[in-house]
């Protein structure tokens, strides 16, 4: 089985700052990785995923992530945030070929002007 | 042009009572899923459904029946609610031939039970 582990519930930043918000994950057999974004109020978003080949994965408004392998993880950064990235946001991973998709328990990113 | 929605947005219901949600997508795709997402915002599949057929049914209390009427809806409907069904249900929808099976999620539905 699969799981996903979100080692900050929280991640205060100011304005401009960068950030990283930390994914660990764990599976005997090849995976896909996701990052899900949640504004408030709202649905899942997908941010970027990560499926085979270079493992630093753009995404969508500026958000990007890198995959690796021998530590197992999958953190998202972004340089610089904005008071619009205020929002929770999920790891989630899948084994390839089947459906079900595991999440994290979320990390609550907060801006601060 | 929303591409899963879901009605209502907010439920809120006696304890005891019976609810139903709907999702629909506009997709073409031919998996359909519904997740709870609790108090902690941890989010956890309930069920999925492919083509019309149920394929995961994770551990859910019996009083919760999913319902595919075609591969575009897939409903559920809660008898007896509980103050623990309390949460946000989320449906996702996607398409397995991708080989990611990337999911694309509805808006949500608010469920409060007094």
């Known amino acids: 089985a699969q799981s996903v582990t979100q080692l900050d519930s929280q991640v205060p930043v100011f304005e401009e700052a960068p950030v990283e918000l930390r994914c660990n994950y764990s599976?005997?057999?090849?995976?896909?990785l996701f990052w899900y974004v949640q504004y408030p109020n709202q649905g899942l978003q997908l941010l970027l995923k990560?499926?085979?080949?270079?493992?630093l994965v753009k995404g969508i408004n500026g958000f990007e992530a890198e995959f690796n392998k021998s530590q197992t993880s999958f953190h998202l950064r972004k340089p610089s945030v904005h008071i619009s990235d205020t929002a929770e946001y999920f790891c989630a991973v899948k084994r390839k070929g089947a459906q079900k998709l595991v999440f994290g328990q979320g990390t609550r990113l907060t801006i601060n002007p | 042009d929303t591409a899963v929605s879901q009605t209502p947005k907010y439920l809120v219901t006696q304890m005891g009572n019976d609810k139903s949600i709907k999702c629909e997508q506009n997709?073409?795709?031919?998996?359909m899923y519904w997740y709870k997402q609790d108090s902690k915002k941890f989010l956890k599949i309930m069920f999925s459904?492919?083509?019309?057929?149920?394929?995961i049914n994770e551990t859910v209390p019996n009083r919760f029946s999913p319902k595919s009427p075609d591969k575009a809806h897939l409903n559920l409907h809660i008898n007896s609610l509980e103050l623990g069904d309390s949460a946000v249900y989320f449906c996702?929808?996607?398409?397995?031939?991708?080989?990611?099976?990337?999911?694309?999620f509805g808006p949500g539905t608010r469920l409060t039970v007094l």
């Open positions: 599976s005997s057999v090849s995976v896909y």
């Open positions: 459904y492919n083509n019309k057929e149920l394929i």
């Open positions: 990560y499926l085979s080949g270079s493992t």
């Open positions: 997709l073409g795709h031919d998996t």
């Open positions: 996702a929808s996607s398409q397995p031939r991708d080989a990611d099976n990337e999911q694309f």
